[in-house]
C-alpha cells in the first residue's frame, strides 16, 4: 500500500451511466484509476471524485496494471481498442484487459486474440445489474477467460460488486449476458400487461403495481424497474435502442444455435413500436407505454 491506497493503478474506458459508478467504487476503494470517455464532461464529477482523466484510451491503457472497458456496442468497443490512440497500442505486457462490455462473442474473442499478441491477458466480465443495484453493492459478473488473469483481476472486481460467475473460455460470458439481458425485455413486457389488465379491471395502477411488486412475479428486475410504469426516470437506465441491440444479439445466437425465441421476437417488435412512437431515448421500460396506447389508458410519462 501507499498510504491506505492499494497498489494497483486502474484503467477505465467508458464512463458512462454504468461505467461512471463502477469507477466511483473502485475510487471509494482507494484505488488509482486514470480513466477516459469519449465526452469528457460527463466524467468531470469523477475527476473531482480524485479520477485522473486521461486524453486517449492509449494514455489510459499505458498508466495501468488492469484496464476496464465499459461502451455502448461492438463500434465503439472496435473505437476504443485499436487504432494509434486505442487500448492495444498502449497495453502493457502482463497487463489484464477486463471487457465488460455487451457484444458478440466472435467480437470479444477476435480482442482477446490481439490482446494475447500483446504480451496480455483479457477477460470477457459481463454484468448484470442496473444503476440501482451497482450503488446497493449488488452487481454480479459473469467471467470467460483464464483462470490466472481473473485471479489477477478478482479484488478489482470485488471492489465493483460481490458476486463472480467464472463461466469458461473467453466468449462464452457474452453469451451468457446475452442470455440474461434477453429476459429483461420479456419480464418487463409481461409485468406491463399485468398492470394494464388489473387497471383496465378496474384496480389503481399503483396499486396493481404494489400488489405485483408483494407477489411471485417481483423478481429483482422487476423490482426495481417495475415501479417506472409509475413515472419514467429522468435519466434512461438502459434505453431501447441498448436493449434492442442486445435483443438482436440473442436472436442473432438463437438462429445459429438452433434456439426459437419467441417471446424475445416479440419483445423486439414492441420496442420497435416504441421506436415509432419517438420513444426511443427512454428506458426500456417504456414498453409500458406502446401497451397502454393500445389499451386506451394513460402512459407512466408526465408529459
Do not use: C
Not at 482477446?112 to 444503476?131: H, K, M, N
Not at 440474461?180 to 409481461?190: E, T, W, Y
Request: hydrophobic content about 50%; proline content about 5%.
Amino acid at each position: 500500500m501507499t498510504g491506505d491506497r492499494p497498489h494497483a493503478t486502474l484503467g477505465f474506458v467508458g464512463l458512462g451511466v454504468m461505467g461512471g459508478r463502477m469507477a466511483k467504487r473502485l475510487l471509494d476503494a482507494r484505488y488509482e484509476v486514470v480513466g477516459y470517455n469519449r465526452t469528457l464532461e460527463k466524467a468531470r464529477w469523477l475527476a473531482d471524485a480524485g479520477l485522473r482523466l486521461a486524453g486517449s484510451p492509449r494514455e489510459a491503457a499505458a498508466a495501468s496494471d488492469v484496464v476496464f472497458v465499459m461502451v455502448t456496442d461492438g463500434a465503439a468497443l472496435d473505437a476504443v481498442a485499436r487504432g494509434p490512440e486505442g487500448i492495444l497500442a498502449g497495453l502493457r505486457p502482463g497487463a489484464v484487459l477486463v471487457e465488460m462490455s455487451t457484444v458478440s462473442p466472435a467480437a470479444v474473442r477476435a480482442l482477446g486474440a490481439e490482446v494475447a499478441a500483446r504480451g496480455a491477458a483479457l477477460l470477457d466480465a459481463p454484468v448484470s445489474g442496473s444503476p440501482a443495484t451497482l450503488e446497493a453493492g449488488q452487481l454480479s459478473f459473469m467471467v470467460g477467460g483464464e483462470a490466472a488473469a481473473l485471479e489477477r483481476a478478482r479484488p478489482h472486481l470485488l471492489a465493483i460488486g460481490p458476486t463472480i460467475t467464472h463461466v469458461g473460455e473467453i466468449g462464452l460470458a457474452k453469451t451468457m449476458k446475452i442470455a440474461i439481458n434477453q429476459g429483461l425485455a420479456v419480464q418487463m413486457l409481461a409485468f406491463s400487461e399485468a398492470v394494464l389488465l388489473a387497471e383496465k379491471a378496474g384496480i389503481a395502477r399503483a396499486r396493481a403495481v404494489e400488489a405485483l411488486l408483494k407477489s411471485v412475479v417481483a423478481s429483482p428486475m422487476v423490482t426495481y424497474r417495475g415501479p417506472f410504469v409509475l413515472g419514467m426516470p429522468a435519466e434512461a437506465w438502459f434505453d431501447v435502442g441498448m436493449m434492442q441491440k442486445d435483443l438482436g444479439l440473442a436472436l442473432e445466437l438463437g438462429r445459429t444455435a438452433g434456439v426459437p425465441l419467441p417471446s424475445v421476437s416479440l419483445a423486439n417488435e414492441m420496442l420497435n413500436a416504441a421506436r415509432g412512437l419517438g420513444l426511443a431515448a427512454y428506458d426500456f421500460a417504456i414498453v409500458f407505454d406502446v401497451l397502454a396506447r393500445l389499451a386506451g389508458l394513460p402512459p407512466s410519462r408526465k408529459s
